[in-house]
């Protein structure tokens, strides 16, 4: 699906859309509210954990690097999430001339007006190393606030990439560098992002956020799995995960400090 009729002559860059066959509901909600902004989108079917041969996709999970990676085992869900991702960004490179990409999950909505500040910050983005822009964190991420094309608020270098991958922005030498360094994958797509060093491709947070999360409103995601009894190995599994987030951010903080070329 493209909806190029109310594509403005300000909007300088490519906005895709990730939505599952069987969620026809969210497309619909998202489309019209990105129809009454007057932004043009794409639609890319996302891939189905639940029914799609997750075998024929270029970017493959790997459960030997998963346990190097990870502390525990990716969900197919999770896996399917990783891979519709890089399906948006190959899309991206492959069939669009924009040199900037804004990726949207179906259950989110633009802040009223904020969208009047993405082409500014295309155009800055355009022109740049690789970069990535983070438009929510659920939790607000301390770092050094950086000089950046936004009449309100302010972008920040987070001194820990925060969680969720509802929304950001790409540009295409970012988009190339990782659907290079993608193809093989352990972690979730938006933990692997935390591990920015590894990619050459400086990501940045706008703050305030310029989008709202509506998962509940429009029921709920479709990763997070239903709720489980708690098990000895469940309680393993939730002792193991602050220490990955501590040992995390401890390397976030060494490279921030020690990596020149994505600090500037």
Not at 52 to 71: G, H, I, M, R, V
Not at 214 to 231: C, Q, R, Y
Request: aromatic share 10%.
């Amino acid at each position: 699906m493209v909806n190029a009729l109310n594509m403005s002559a300000s909007q300088n860059y490519t906005i895709s859309v990730i939505n599952l066959d069987r969620c026809a509901q969210r497309m619909d909600r998202i489309g019209a509210h990105l129809d009454s902004l007057g932004l043009a989108y794409n639609r890319v079917p996302a891939i189905d954990g639940q029914v799609d041969d997750l075998t024929q996709s270029p970017a493959q999970y790997n459960p030997e690097l998963n346990a190097k990676q990870f502390f525990v085992s990716l969900k197919q869900a999770e896996i399917a999430c990783f891979q519709s991702h890089y399906k948006a960004l190959l899309g991206f490179v492959e069939q669009y001339e924009h040199q900037v990409l804004l990726v949207l999950e179906d259950d989110i909505e633009l802040m009223p007006g904020h969208h009047l500040h993405l082409p500014n910050v295309a155009t800055y983005m355009a022109s740049e190393k690789p970069m990535l822009v983070k438009l929510y964190a659920k939790r607000a991420e301390p770092g050094r606030v950086i000089s950046f094309p936004l009449e309100v608020g302010e972008c920040v270098l987070p001194n820990k990439v925060p969680l969720g991958f509802q929304a950001q922005m790409y540009n295409k030498a970012a988009a190339n560098e990782l659907l290079t360094k993608f193809k093989v994958f352990g972690r979730p797509i938006d933990v692997e992002v935390q591990f920015w060093w590894r990619y050459q491709t400086k990501i940045l947070l706008l703050k305030p956020n310029l989008i709202r999360e509506l998962s509940l409103e429009v029921g709920g995601s479709t990763i997070s799995p239903v709720a489980k009894p708690i098990t000895l190995a469940k309680i393993k599994l939730e002792l193991q995960r602050p220490w990955f987030r501590f040992k995390l951010r401890l390397t976030s903080l060494y490279y921030r400090y020690h990596c020149k070329l994505l600090n500037k």
